[in-house]
Structure formats: structure tokens, C-alpha cells
């Protein structure tokens, strides 16, 4: 197999860069194997479909193998390019597809029409769940118009209200994805309402003392800070407005929300309100996921996919312990 060079990669600053990496990765190495858990939806089944079709993976899709055929059918995708395994509830087509990425046949794990609790119960499940010993957390990659870098916001899907050592993992795992996504000293702003540390809000507290941390090369690989407000972390101008000095302020690329009422808000406001192109995957765990909301558009189901791929590729997955 044709070995890929990654030195050469330049960081990714927009969702077509990102999907031209993906596709990059998969004519050199092939597609990746997706397990999709509760394939039975409209969106799920066409962005799984033209991300096969693209040749970047090959789906196995549980579910309930009639409904599956009857929406392909409905969106004319012929069924019998799909490799269909049936599963009785959304919870049993959870347990099937992490299985099968458990067991090493699948490369990549996609959630479908199940709830996130119960697909994020079966992949940290102790037995056949995937696992690796580090907190696993969700991380949003999108692009925003004006900007000439992709952002990462998380945790907005998974950890609920995480303690200062959970959030300083959210803090590393989405650092690790943008390194994989040739990012590679990305500016942290761990984000509160308020860009000084008043001993009355927690958050704040909390982030200045991860920022600290960072100074003292506790949590190595990015440039972090914090506490930082939403406006003085991406506008430089706010920051300079503010007169604030900081080499994140107004600089910043991943975004860390203190909880995750404050991330899915962010999250559905960018996809509803922004229609901005989003991505959203799981880190830390022996395999990249994919998690997207039910509702979100086909679009977000793909680059999602696509984000997997390359992060499937380049995360060094056989080191994580099982
Ligand atoms: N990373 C690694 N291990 C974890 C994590 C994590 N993020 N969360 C829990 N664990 C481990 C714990 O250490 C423990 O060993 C075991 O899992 C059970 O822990 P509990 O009892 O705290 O966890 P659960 O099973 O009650 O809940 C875990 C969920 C991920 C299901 C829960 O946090 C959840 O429902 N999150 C929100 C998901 C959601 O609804 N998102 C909506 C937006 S899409």
C-alpha cells in the first residue's frame, strides 16, 4: 500500500480543503470501513451513500433492513450497494456497530436515528465498547464566513457538566484533532462570559487556572488561554476594543464551552441560524465516531464522515490501550 506524506499537508482552513484530504487519504489507502448504528434515516443513508459513491468509505449499516431499503429506494439509491445487517431497536443496532468497530472490522463508528446516551453507552461499554482510558468528548469543526481558519468548539454533545480535569481533557482531545487536521500549535480560548477572572463565576476560575497550567507546559501542543469571552477570542478587533493581551484573543481556534447546554446551543445556532458547514466527531476513543444531531442537515452527516476519515487515518488509534 502507497504510503501517504503528511509533512506536505498545509493546515486545513476551510471544509472543501478538509474534504480534499479526505479524499486524498482514501484514493492512497482505500475507503474506510463505517458501521452505522440506526441507519433508518433520510440523511444518514444519503450522506453515507455519497460518501461511498466518493469512494471514502464502505458502509455497513444497522437497522431495520426494510426501512433502510424502502428510504434508499425513496432517495434512488439502488439497495443492493449496501451492505444492510439487521437489528431489532436503535439500541441493538448501537451495540451491533460498535461491536463490529470493536472488533477491528469497521474503521470509523457513525450514529444514526439512536439517542446519543444510548449510542455513547455501547461505545463506553467496559466489555466491547471502545474505550481507551482518556475521557472521550465531542468536538464541532466548522467554518465561518470572514474567517480564514476552520474552528473547533467543544464539548457540545457529550461530557454534561465536566470538572476542571474532564474539561482540560476536552481541552487535549481537540487539540489532538486539530493537529489531524494540520493545525499544529492551534490557540485555545477556554470560554466564560466574562474575560477577567471574577472569584464569583466558577467558569472563569476554572479557565484561568487550565490557562495557568498551560503556562507551566501542563498541557502541551496548543497556546491556550482563558478566561475569554466569545467576542474577544475571534475578533481582534473586540480584543483590541478591550485591550486585552493575549496571544490567543481575537486569534483563537478551538473554542471550549464551559457545559454542554452552552455547546449545543453554539452548535444548533451555527447550523440554524449561521447555516454554516459543520462536522461533528467523537475523540478519544480507539476509533473516530460520528456524532451529529437527528435532526442535522446531510451536509453535516458527510463532512462529518469526511473528518472521520481523516482522523481514522491519522490518529494513532493501535496506540490507545483497549
Ligand atoms: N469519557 C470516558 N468515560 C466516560 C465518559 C466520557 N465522556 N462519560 C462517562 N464515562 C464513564 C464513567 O467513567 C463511568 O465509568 C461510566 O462511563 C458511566 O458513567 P456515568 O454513569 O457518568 O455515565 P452515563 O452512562 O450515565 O452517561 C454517559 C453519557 C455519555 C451517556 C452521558 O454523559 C450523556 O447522556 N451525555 C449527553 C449525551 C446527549 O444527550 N447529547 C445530546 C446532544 S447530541
Redesign the pocket.
Known amino acids: 500500500m502507497e504510503m501517504l506524506d503528511f509533512r506536505d499537508i498545509q493546515p486545513i482552513r476551510d471544509m472543501n480543503s478538509l474534504l480534499e484530504l479526505a479524499r486524498l487519504i482514501a484514493q492512497v489507502k482505500g475507503p474506510k470501513r463505517v458501521a452505522v448504528a440506526a441507519a433508518e434515516e433520510a440523511h444518514v443513508i444519503q450522506a453515507v451513500n455519497e460518501a461511498r459513491m466518493e469512494g471514502l468509505v464502505h458502509p455497513v449499516l444497522f437497522g431495520n433492513p426494510e426501512r433502510i431499503r424502502r428510504i434508499a429506494g425513496e432517495l434512488h439509491i439502488r439497495a443492493h450497494n449496501l451492505d444492510i445487517r439487521p437489528a431489532q431497536t436503535p439500541a441493538e443496532a448501537a451495540e451491533l456497530a460498535t461491536q463490529l468497530v470493536s472488533k477491528g472490522e469497521a474503521d470509523i463508528l457513525m450514529k444514526g436515528m439512536v439517542?446519543?446516551?444510548?449510542f455513547?453507552?455501547a461505545?463506553?461499554n467496559?466489555e466491547w465498547g471502545l474505550?481507551t482510558g482518556?475521557?472521550?468528548?465531542?468536538v464541532l469543526v466548522y467554518e465561518a464566513k470572514g474567517y480564514d481558519r476552520i474552528f473547533m468548539m467543544s464539548d457540545?454533545?457529550?461530557?454534561?457538566n465536566?470538572d476542571l480535569k474532564?474539561k482540560i481533557?476536552i481541552v487535549e482531545n481537540a487539540v489532538t484533532l486539530a493537529h489531524v487536521l494540520g493545525v499544529s500549535e492551534p490557540r485555545v480560548a477556554l470560554l466564560a462570559a466574562v474575560e477577567v477572572v471574577n472569584p464569583e463565576m466558577d467558569t472563569a476560575v476554572e479557565d484561568a487556572i487550565i490557562a495557568k497550567m498551560a503556562d507551566r507546559g501542563q498541557i502541551k501542543g496548543a497556546v491556550i488561554d482563558g478566561p475569554l469571552a466569545l467576542d474577544n477570542a475571534v475578533s481582534e478587533e473586540a480584543a483590541r476594543i478591550k485591550g486585552i493581551k493575549s496571544p490567543v484573543a481575537g486569534k483563537a481556534d478551538i473554542l471550549i464551552v464551559d457545559n454542554?447546554d452552552v455547546g449545543?446551543v453554539f452548535?444548533k445556532s451555527l447550523i440554524y441560524f449561521a447555516k454554516v458547514r459543520a462536522a461533528?466527531i467523537i475523540m478519544?476513543?480507539r476509533a473516530p465516531m460520528v456524532?451529529?444531531?437527528?435532526a442535522d442537515p446531510e451536509e453535516v452527516k458527510f463532512l462529518s464522515l469526511a473528518t472521520a476519515v481523516i482522523s481514522a487515518e491519522r490518529i494513532p488509534y493501535e496506540l490507545a490501550e483497549g
Not at 439517542?115 to 444510548?118: E, L, T, W
Not at 456524532?291 to 437527528?294: A, C, D, F, H, V
Open positions: 439517542h446519543s446516551s444510548d455513547l453507552r461505545a463506553l467496559r474505550r482518556r475521557l472521550l468528548s465531542h457540545g454533545a457529550m461530557n454534561i465536566p474532564a481533557q454542554i449545543n452548535y461533528g478519544g476513543a456524532l451529529t444531531s437527528r
